[in-house]
């Protein structure tokens, strides 16, 4: 499992750019980030290296934050292996609440990164099929 820290931030000129100013110049080191938008807000999720002081941090600069935990999947780095894990999945009856692929700075493969609900069992689940988990 890996903590991600999701940020609530407003779809406003130089957002991001604040998030990450501030978070490189506390000495947390970003992995990855995905970002979601709406007219106003958007979620900007990230895998850094210190999730609870970036949560603080950003939190004393009034940013709404929250840490989830998510699951990391070593998938090749080959046509199709995508689909191949979310039938997987789809054949196990488990249901994603959302994924974004990333990458694995320690394997050098991509990275699915997925919430879903009952990790334990999704975790038995792909291991059993031969997946590495993060």
């Known amino acids: 499992m890996i903590k991600q820290l999701s940020i609530f931030a407003e779809n406003s000129k130089g957002a991001m750019l604040n998030i990450s100013k501030a978070v ?10 995905v970002t979601n938008d709406s007219a106003e807000f958007g979620i900007v999720r990230m895998l850094v290296t210190e999730p609870e002081k970036a949560e603080e941090l950003l939190v004393s600069m ?3 934050c929250r840490i989830d935990m ?3 999947i070593e998938i090749p780095d080959d046509v199709g292996s995508l689909t191949s894990l979310l039938n997987n999945l789809y054949q196990s009856n488990i249901n994603i609440d959302y994924l974004y692929v990333s990458y694995s700075r320690d394997s050098k ?16 689940s792909l291991r059993s099929r031969g997946y590495s988990i993060v």
Request: glycine share 12%.
């Open 24 to 33: 490189s110049e506390a000495g947390i080191d970003i992995y990855n980030v």
């Open 109 to 124: 493969t991509p990275l699915a990164v997925m919430k879903v609900q009952g990790y334990a069992e999704v975790e038995e």
């Open 62 to 64: 009034g940013y709404m």
């Open 70 to 72: 998510v699951i990391g």
